[in-house]
């Protein structure tokens, strides 16, 4: 799923906190706790349709979760496209693409 980045020769590299350590404590505890904040919003989700059906969930939750990734992202490349889309493993067009339907552009 991720990939790894290019050595500091060819690009300059993510911060610290965006380097693709895929392991270890830190990254299972965040993982963690990323995935228990999501299932506690879809719980709440539910429990506020009150039986309704929902619909476009998927849509729904990956928009809300793409914005936040892509303002930080954009804020810790100092809002460079390419570095952000480099670390994020994007064309720097979709990059752009989705900037534009999150109006961050």
């Known amino acids: 799923m991720s990939q790894p980045f290019p050595s500091p020769s060819t690009a300059q590299q993510p911060p610290a906190a965006l380097s693709p350590v895929t392991s270890g404590p830190a990254v299972q505890a965040a993982s963690t706790d990323l995935q228990a904040c999501v299932r506690a919003s879809l719980q709440a989700y539910f429990d506020d349709l009150g039986g309704e059906t929902p619909a476009n ?49």
């Open 57 to 105: 969930m998927y849509d729904m939750v990956l928009r809300l979760v793409e914005l936040p990734l892509l303002e930080t992202v954009m804020a810790q490349a100092d809002q460079n496209q390419s570095r952000a889309a480099q670390w994020l493993g994007l064309n720097r067009n979709t990059l752009r693409k989705k900037l534009q339907e999150h109006e961050l552009l």
